[in-house]
């Protein structure tokens, strides 16, 4: 492919013409082109391997997958997909070297971060798990990315370390509804109904009107009034 735009182009008699002679415009047209057919490849390919993947065919669709990162060994999409294909054929230290790659190249990409940890974990490598996932939490500082944490280590039975978690958590994002529930039901399950009910408090100062909060409150003891501000 890039010899023909590298080095030279078949004039109407048949003659060569050095790459030179030809108009810049021309060639940069030509690589595009050029370009865009690969392009265009990788996507069916893709879209080959999604179909086959939703059809429950892994095996072919990891192979289209892998046929589409040929061009481009890194793509996050292909490696993504190629990820899960593994993960759904046994293949964990597979589909967590795919999902590496795809996390190493957009850090963003779907659910790639979650995705990763449960094949390190699923590949008896729950250490590098948490290592990985408490490393990003730790340099984004998101709330969204420290909730993940509590939550792999309450699947891990590490209550402890989970505990810690939704602490951090909560002082990153302390008027986040879904996530001060999400951290007083988990102080609920373990028992520190303490910790739960001004946690409570706090959902209430934010979303009063918040179904079915009223009663969490009553049950761990939570006086609302308590949670009122004061009067000015």
């Not at 595009?32 to 690969?38: F, P």
């Not at 061009?71 to 589909?95: F, I, T, V």
Request: charged share 20%.
């Amino acid at each position: 492919m890039n010899r023909m735009v590298g080095f030279s182009l078949l004039s109407p008699v048949g003659r060569v013409v050095g790459a030179a002679r030809v108009p810049a415009a021309v060639l940069v047209l030509l690589a595009s082109v050029v370009l865009g057919g690969c392009q265009s490849q990788e996507v069916k390919l893709r879209d080959q391997g999604l179909m086959l993947y939703n059809q429950n065919h892994y095996n072919a669709a990891l192979d289209k997958f892998n046929a589409a990162l040929k061009s481009d060994p890194s793509e996050p999409r292909a490696n993504y997909y190629a990820g899960a294909a593994a993960y759904k054929l046994g293949k964990y230290d597979l589909a967590a070297m795919y999902y590496r790659v795809a996390a190493t190249r957009d850090p963003n990409y779907g659910h790639v971060q979650t995705d990763l940890a449960r094949a390190l974990i699923k590949a008896g490598k729950p250490n590098e798990a948490m290592n990985l996932l408490e490393s990003r939490a730790n340099y984004t500082q998101s709330p969204v990315d420290r909730l993940r944490v509590a939550r792999f280590y309450v699947r891990l039975g590490d209550l402890d370390d989970a505990r810690t978690s939704y602490e951090k958590a909560v002082q990153l994002a302390p008027t986040n509804v879904p996530l001060l529930l999400e951290a007083a039901h988990f102080f609920d399950r373990i028992g520190q109904k303490d910790h739960a009910a001004q946690l409570y408090k706090q959902v209430y100062r934010v979303a009063p009107q918040t179904p079915g909060l009223v009663e969490d409150m009553q049950r761990d003891g939570a006086v609302i009034s308590d949670a009122l501000p004061p009067q000015q």
